[in-house]
C-alpha cells in the first residue's frame, strides 16, 4: 500500500476525506439545522483538507519516478564489480618512428629490343637502357620528417638509391661515380613563420622541371621520355624556398650550383624561379625557368632552361597533360681548350610532350605519351636531329603495393641513330617491356 510523505496509507487518508460529508449530513438530520457561519467554516475546512491531500499527491508521484538503488538484504555482502583493464594500444611502426617516415620501393623490368643491337643497348634510353635482359632499374629508401609550425619547424628528407637509374642521375657529378653515387636527395628543412609558413630547404634536391620523376611508380609511362633524359637536369645543390599563398598560388625561388652537379665546375651560380596556379580542381600550371652558367670553368655563357607543364583531369577516370621545354645559351667547345668557343652561334633545343591516361578504376589504367624532341644544334644528344617517340603503356595494380606494367615504345630519328643487330644503325626501334614495382611505407603498416 502506497503511503504519503507522513506515513499514513493515501487510501486512509483519501477514504477519511470521502467520509466527512456524509457524517456532516448525517448529523445535520438529527440535530438542529446549522447556520450559515458554521456552513461556511465547514466549507472552508474541507477546502483545506483537499489542498493538503493534492500537495502530498504531487511528492508521492516525484518519488516514484527519481530511480532509487535497491537495498541490499540483511545480512548479504554487497559484491563490487572489478574494473576491467583497459586494453593496451597496439604497437605499429608508425608509433614508433613517431613523425619521421620510412618508405620505399623496388623496381625491375625485363626489355625486348626488336632491332636486336649486339651491344644490348636501347638507343636514347635514360634508364631502361638494358636490351633482351633482366634488369634492377632502382631501389629506393626514403626517410622523411615534414617541418611542422605546430610541432617542430625543422625537417628533413634523405632518400638512397641504388641501381642502373642512380647511375645515369649522378654519372655527370665530379668524381663520376664517388661519394653520391647512391644519393638521389638529401635536404633539411626549415619552416619559418613568414604568413601560412615559408619552407627553406638545404642539400641536394631534385629538378622541379619536366612532368616526368625519377620513381617509375609516379609517372604514367613505365620508360621516361626524351624530353626528361636530354632537355632538363635531373637534380641541383642548393637553396630552394617555397612559400604557398592558398591552395592556388605558390611560388618557389633557387640559388644553386648548377645542373646536375654537387661541387660547382665554375665560380658562378645558377638562378631559378618555379610558378604553381591551380585555378580549379581540373587545372594545374607549372611555369619554371633556370638562368646560370653551366659550362665547364668559365661564366661568360648562360644557360637558360625555361619548362611548362599543363594538366587537365577531365574526369574522375580520364586525365591529361602536357610538356614543353626550351634551352639555350651554351656554345660549342673547342676540345682542344675544352672552353666554350665565343665566336660560335649560341646552341639551343626544344622539344613538347603529350600524355593521356584512362582509368578503368583502382585496378586497371592505360597511358600514352607523345615526344618530338628537336636537338637542334647536336648540344645535347650529340648529333644535330630531332626525334619522335610514341609509348603506351597497360598498368595493373594487384595490390596496393604491388604495381605491374606492360608498355610498347616506338622511337625515331630523322638521322640513322639506333644500332640493329651488327649490321649499323637505322631511323628506328621497337620495344617491349615489362616492368614490376614493389611500394612500402610506414605510414601504411598496421
Known amino acids: 500500500m502506497k503511503k504519503n510523505s507522513s506515513g499514513i496509507p493515501l487510501l486512509l487518508v483519501l477514504t477519511a476525506a470521502l467520509l466527512v460529508a456524509p457524517l456532516c449530513r448525517g448529523q445535520a438530520s438529527t440535530d438542529a439545522s446549522p447556520s450559515a457561519d458554521d456552513l461556511s467554516k465547514r466549507v472552508a475546512d474541507l477546502e483545506k483538507q483537499l489542498t493538503a491531500l493534492q500537495a502530498q499527491l504531487a511528492t508521492m508521484k516525484q518519488s516514484a519516478s527519481a530511480p532509487t538503488a535497491a537495498a541490499p538484504a540483511a545480512n548479504t555482502a554487497v559484491e563490487s ?29 625485363y626489355n625486348y629490343n626488336t632491332n636486336q643491337p649486339a651491344d644490348r643497348l636501347n638507343g636514347y634510353r635514360v634508364f631502361d637502357t638494358n636490351s633482351n635482359n633482366l634488369s634492377l632499374n632502382m631501389v629506393e629508401l626514403i626517410v622523411d620528417k615534414a617541418p611542422d609550425a605546430a610541432a617542430s619547424r625543422t625537417g628533413y628528407h634523405v632518400a ?12 655527370s657529378d665530379p668524381g663520376g661515380l664517388g661519394f653520391a653515387q647512391y644519393l638521389k636527395e638529401a635536404y633539411f628543412s626549415y619552416l619559418a613563420p613568414v604568413g601560412k609558413g615559408l619552407q627553406v630547404d638545404f642539400g641536394k634536391f631534385v629538378t622541379p622541371m619536366g612532368a616526368e620523376v625519377i620513381e617509375s611508380k609516379d609517372n604514367w609511362n613505365y620508360s621516361r621520355g626524351l624530353l626528361f633524359g636530354y632537355a632538363i637536369p635531373f637534380y641541383h645543390f642548393g637553396l630552394r624556398a617555397k612559400y ?13 650550383n648548377g645542373w646536375n652537379d654537387i661541387i660547382d665546375n665554375n665560380s658562378g651560380k645558377t638562378y631559378g624561379m618555379s610558378f604553381g596556379w591551380n585555378p580549379t580542381k581540373k587545372w594545374g600550371l607549372t611555369e619554371t625557368g633556370f638562368w646560370g652558367p653551366e659550362q665547364k670553368n668559365t661564366n661568360k655563357t648562360t644557360r637558360q632552361t625555361y619548362d611548362t607543364v599543363l594538366t587537365y583531369n577531365a574526369t574522375s577516370k580520364l586525365s ?4 614543353y621545354d626550351y634551352g639555350r645559351g651554351d656554345r660549342p667547345v673547342d676540345p682542344t681548350t675544352g672552353l666554350p668557343i665565343m665566336t660560335a652561334p649560341v646552341v639551343w633545343w626544344s622539344g613538347i610532350a603529350g600524355y593521356v591516361k584512362y582509368a578503368w578504376n583502382d585496378k586497371y589504367s592505360f597511358a600514352t605519351r607523345y615526344e618530338y624532341y628537336d636537338d637542334h644544334s647536336g648540344f645535347t644528344t650529340g648529333t644535330i636531329q630531332h626525334f619522335n617517340e610514341f609509348t603506351t603503356t597497360f598498368q595493373r595494380m594487384v595490390t ?7 608498355e610498347f615504345r616506338r622511337d625515331m ?33 598496421k
Open 81 to 109: 564489480t572489478p574494473a576491467q583493464p583497459s586494453a593496451p594500444a597496439k604497437t605499429t611502426i608508425a608509433s614508433l618512428l613517431g613523425p619521421t617516415s620510412i618508405s620505399g620501393f623496388v623496381d625491375g623490368y
Open 160 to 171: 638512397l638509391g641504388f641501381g642502373n637509374a642512380m647511375n645515369v642521375v649522378n654519372a
Open 244 to 256: 604557398t599563398f592558398n591552395d592556388k598560388y605558390n611560388l618557389t625561388g633557387f640559388l644553386v
Open 320 to 323: 591529361l597533360m602536357a610538356n
Open 400 to 406: 596496393s603495393n604491388l604495381i605491374t606494367r606492360l
Open 413 to 445: 630519328s630523322n638521322e640513322p641513330a639506333f644500332l640493329k643487330n651488327t649490321n649499323g644503325l637505322v631511323k628506328d626501334q621497337n620495344t617491349l617491356a615489362a616492368g614490376m614495382i614493389l611500394t612500402f611505407d610506414s605510414r601504411e603498416a
